[in-house]
């Protein structure tokens, strides 16, 4: 058996060293890329959900945990990403295995140590922080964000302090309690994987969770968390290479709002 086929599909009373389980969030690394080895990719049900097969036999994580998917949902739409390879296996081209795998191998294990990294984003959420000018830009953060507010402060009771420019500002204890016990009532470590994703590539726990609770879209909530860019673009041109970078984490934070939807 290869060893891409043995990380894959292990092999019973396997003791060898376990790889790295966070190594399935660093899917842009570029290693060269493993060989297709096998000509059928789907999925059974089982009593801990719907686990990858391919050619039939279960697959696992990374981490060798058994690569399970707690919905049918998300099941076909990761199998369809392991039917969709060619050749070889290319990471970047699956975000939703990628999420699955740190849902499993670095989230599940680590359930109290991600809420307390999400935690540490209600006292500096992106919408605290509004420019002081030009006005287009003062308007356009407004009409993006006040409603994001609004909802926070029906939804969790979190009234959140605004501040102009980069200063700090600190949040009042109660707002971010009511936001920390908001990640903490996440417990599927796969809407928490979809949270953790949202809020880093946007700086805005507050998005991130409209997202979670469908307050937002993922068009709505990647445009809201990107007025600045967006001004700046309209202002002064646009970059390809920022553009392109930008493109990468659309990606990416599409696909965690995909997760999320699908569990």
Known sequence: ????????LGEPGDGGERPDPMRSARGHAKPALPRRFYQEAGFAEGPDGFRLTLDGRPANTPARNPLSLPTRALAEKVAAE???QAIVIDPAKMPLTRLANTSIDGV??????????????????????????PERLVSAQAAAWDPILDWAREAFGARVILSEGVMHVTQPSDTVRALSEAVAAVDSPFRLAGLHTLTTLTGSLLIALAVLRGRLTPAEAWDAA????????????????????LAIRRAEFEAAAELIASV
């Open 1 to 8: 058996m290869s060893d891409v086929t043995n990380e894959w």
């Open 82 to 84: 392991w039917a969709a």
């Open 108 to 133: 599940a294990p680590r359930h109290a140590a991600v809420v307390e990294d999400l935690c540490a984003y209600a006292g500096t959420d992106l919408v605290a922080y509004r420019a002081g000018d």
């Open 226 to 245: 990107h007025v600045d860019e967006t001004y700046q673009a309209a202002v002064w041109g646009g970059d390809a290479e920022a553009e392109a970078r």
